[in-house]
């Protein structure tokens, strides 16, 4: 006759241990999209799924992956002065040149905060997307990465555009992140971009396109 506890033992069965395991209490997911994914309708991953296992090799991907490392100014497209000089005329001329968002980020990389222009990039990158599938993996990506509080890349949002974000990721779209991308934005320009002004680095390539029109003339 069998013990109790070989009883219970009998009782779970070799199937438990088939089970994949769940995450643990650090690897908070992101609300699922109840609508495309009825089996999932929590947030512990705890069921066998194709969907949750798709998730979970994309959150240890996301959490496992390191800043991608800037290529430097000399491997970059040169701005030109006028280029350079326009930067300081407003944030988003510095914004909308690809060689001034990348020295930007430099800039921010050397104080702590190159998550800010990370996320407004994934966020760009996530509204030029058109196939719904592709959208939601890269939604909760961005969502896993900058937006839950246990990543170490997560950017400040206020608690309205939070719980926005939580709302809308039942039905991920390219727009899910708009208002987080804003405020983000908003907050570069107003606490990063004077102190970039008035920076080494700006300085430096200033300089460098001040000597450079000399030389020319």
Request: aromatic share 8%; hydrophobic share 30%; with cysteine.
């Amino acid at each position: 006759m069998p013990t109790p506890h070989e009883a219970e033992k009998q009782l779970t069965g070799p199937e438990e241990a088939d089970q994949p395991p769940s995450m643990s209490s650090h690897d908070v997911a992101p609300p699922a999209a109840a609508s495309r994914s009825p089996c999932c309708l929590c947030w512990c991953c705890c069921c066998s799924c194709s969907w949750n296992e798709e998730r979970r090799r994309a959150w240890r991907a996301s959490r496992e992956s390191k800043l991608r490392p800037l290529p430097s100014c000399e491997a970059c497209a040169t701005p030109s002065p006028e280029e350079v000089r326009s930067w300081a005329q407003s944030f988003d001329k510095l914004m909308h040149s690809a060689a001034g968002r990348s020295v930007f980020r430099e800039f921010l990389r050397t104080e702590y905060s190159e998550e800010n222009m990370l996320f407004w990039l994934a966020c760009e990158e996530l509204k030029a997307e058109a196939n719904q599938h592709v959208v939601d993996e890269k939604a909760r990506l961005i969502y896993e990465d900058y937006v839950s509080i246990l990543s170490p890349k997560e950017v400040s949002l206020d608690s309205r555009v939070r719980e926005g974000i939580n709302k809308k990721m039942q039905e991920p779209s390219a727009h899910t992140f708009d208002d987080a991308q804003l405020q983000i934005y908003t907050l570069m320009h107003r606490d990063s971009y004077p102190r970039f002004l008035s920076s080494p680095t700006y300085r430096t390539l200033l300089l460098r396109g001040g000597s450079q029109s000399s030389n020319e003339a």
